[in-house]
């Protein structure tokens, strides 16, 4: 009898060994001959110091998804791939109305996309900070409302935040462990408008640390929560750019519909460039800042990043609203117009290229193309704008800015008051905290620059980048052309938006993406010449090992 006790224990808790076991998805591997193999990487930046996160358990993460995930098999990721992967969003709300598709099925596609790659050592990217617990009981919910919902809706899309974005059920931490207790917040003005319109909030994505103002030459994609994010077009070889890395990285592998970026100066193109996704940085004001952890209120601003045009119209739509705690925040309009879609071309389009871009071949062909296509195209050369006092604006403004989301934005547990204090706590444990340094905080605690010299600065950098620009207004342009995040900072002195879209690829296989410049509010009509691009060129590919 004892024996057979003893056989019978065995075999309960050989069971409850296993169940356990067949619940760690994710393992820490030696990750040694990686790092030393970056040490030769021509990048600097490249040279990494660590791969995986030290914070994240994200066998944690998927924990409240264990029972969803046991009865979401391989087979059927495998039967909702072709209509999932690479689809917009019209596509999928049109398989959901025709009852091949659910949104409980679409989020649960997402979660075991994102494990399944997250998981494998050889193609994690480190792109997941954070999961919704409840995202697929809100999938549910949103399955029995599903009447009546147009194509053009983000109603029950799975969306993924940049993990400055605050959202009430999970933790917002720029990246940092000095805001790893910023777990009670009330969602973000934007995050509001998204679930307003019905949008599943699936989960926050990694980014570079406090949005790439931290540490200075540091790698891009970054942070001590999230580890260092990886680029799927050449994992370890191509830098993920950045602060946005997580948003661009999980569109381009196909985490989510779509992903939050934000932008100071080049933070949503160069993501969206640099993964092959389209990115758009609004004009300040049409979209709120409220609940965002802050660089700069001068230049800070939220935007869509997608896997095409249509999703991006679709997305900014849903995000609009006039918000009356952002002194910058406009009354805005826009609505998805992009359903006439054969109308839109480039005929009647006066476009600026700039010379000295000419050069790269991949940007020389693309011009021939929209010329071929009916554009008038104006070569411009202006001057290139001084740039003097642009870090005093980041550095001033930080300064002030951070203080105040702290006080009216973050959890109340959250101990640090200033950028000094994040500085402080940071020396405590540097190596875990800030192996790159946090050069740049340092500096922004140095800076003595006043708010009325700070005025003058503004103004200057202002006047420099509208002077880049002039021709827009001079020779009527609708756009001005760039390469990728080039010239970023001055469309983000000058406050005029950008929309960034694939344009091809390197011979090495690295994306290389094409910018529109416009002039401010013009995002409507950034987005029906994006359009046009998109459709002549269609060049975007998945990744070669993520699909």
Not at 57 to 76: G, I, T
Not at 203 to 211: C, I, P, R
Not at 290 to 304: A, K, M, R
Request: aromatic share 8%.
């Amino acid at each position: 009898m004892r024996k057979l006790l003893l056989i019978t224990l065995s075999i309960i808790l050989f069971t409850a060994c296993k169940q356990k076991d067949n619940n760690i998805f994710f393992k820490k591997y030696d990750e040694t001959d990686q790092l030393q193999e970056q040490e030769s990487h021509e990048s600097k930046r490249m040279q990494f110091k660590l791969i995986q996160s030290k914070y994240l358990d994200m066998n944690q993460v998927f924990k409240p998804f264990q029972e969803d995930l046991a009865h979401f098999s391989e087979e059927n990721y495998q039967e909702l791939k072709p209509l999932v992967l690479e689809q917009n969003i019209p596509t999928i709300q049109n398989s959901i109305k025709e009852g091949n598709l659910s949104y409980e099925k679409l989020t649960l596609f997402y979660l075991y996309r994102i494990r399944k790659f997250e998981s494998d050592s050889t193609k994690s990217l480190n792109a997941i900070i954070a999961l919704n617990p409840n995202v697929v009981k809100e999938a549910r919910a949103r399955d029995k409302n599903k009447n009546n919902v147009s194509e053009n809706s983000i109603f029950g899309m799975p969306i993924l935040l940049k993990d400055n974005i605050n959202t009430y059920n999970m933790p917002t931490t720029a990246g940092a462990i000095a805001l790893a207790e910023n777990k009670n917040t009330t969602d973000a003005f934007i995050v509001d408008k998204l679930k307003e319109n019905g949008a599943l909030i699936l989960g926050k994505v990694n980014l570079s640390e406090w949005a790439y103002f931290f540490c200075s030459g540091c790698p891009l994609g970054y942070s001590a929560i999230g580890g260092q994010t990886l680029n799927p077009y050449g994992r370890k070889i191509f830098e993920t750019g950045g602060s946005s890395a997580g948003s661009g990285v999980a569109v381009a592998a196909n985490y989510g519909v779509a992903a939050v970026g934000t932008e100071t100066s080049g933070s949503i193109t160069s993501p969206s460039s640099q993964n092959s996704v389209v990115g758009l940085k609004p004009t300040i004001g049409v979209l709120s800042r409220t609940g965002i952890v802050p660089i700069s209120s001068t230049l800070d601003t939220p935007g869509p990043m997608t896997k095409n045009i249509v999703d991006n119209a679709i997305f900014l739509e849903a995000m609009l609203g006039l918000d009356k705690d952002d002194s910058e925040s406009i009354k805005n309009d826009y609505k998805f117009n992009l359903i006439d879609k054969d109308k839109f071309n480039f005929s009647k389009t006066k476009i600026g290229v700039l010379k000295p871009l000419l050069t790269d071949s991949i940007y020389a062909l693309t011009i021939e193309k929209i010329k071929k296509a009916g554009a008038e195209i104006v070569e411009l050369n202006p001057e290139n704008p001084k740039f003097d006092g642009f870090l005093t604006l980041l550095n001033i403004d930080m300064k002030h800015d951070l203080p105040l989301y702290l006080k009216n934005n973050s959890d109340k547990n959250v101990e640090i008051k200033s950028v000094k204090d994040v500085t402080i706590f940071n020396l405590k444990d540097s190596i875990l905290r800030a192996p790159y340094g946090q050069q740049l905080f340092d500096g922004i605690v140095k800076d003595s620059t006043t708010l009325k010299q700070l005025e003058i600065v503004k103004n200057n950098l202002n006047s420099e980048g509208k002077k880049f620009l002039q021709a827009l207004k001079d020779e009527n342009l609708d756009v001005i052309l760039s390469i990728n995040n080039y010239h970023s900072g001055i469309a983000a002195v000058a406050k005029h938006p950008t929309l960034t879209v694939p344009m091809g690829y390197k011979d090495s296989g690295e994306p290389i993406s094409l910018t529109f410049i416009g002039v401010p509010f013009s995002e409507s009509r950034l987005l029906e010449i994006g359009y046009a691009f998109e459709q002549l060129t269609k060049v975007r590919k998945l990744p070669k090992n993520y699909q």
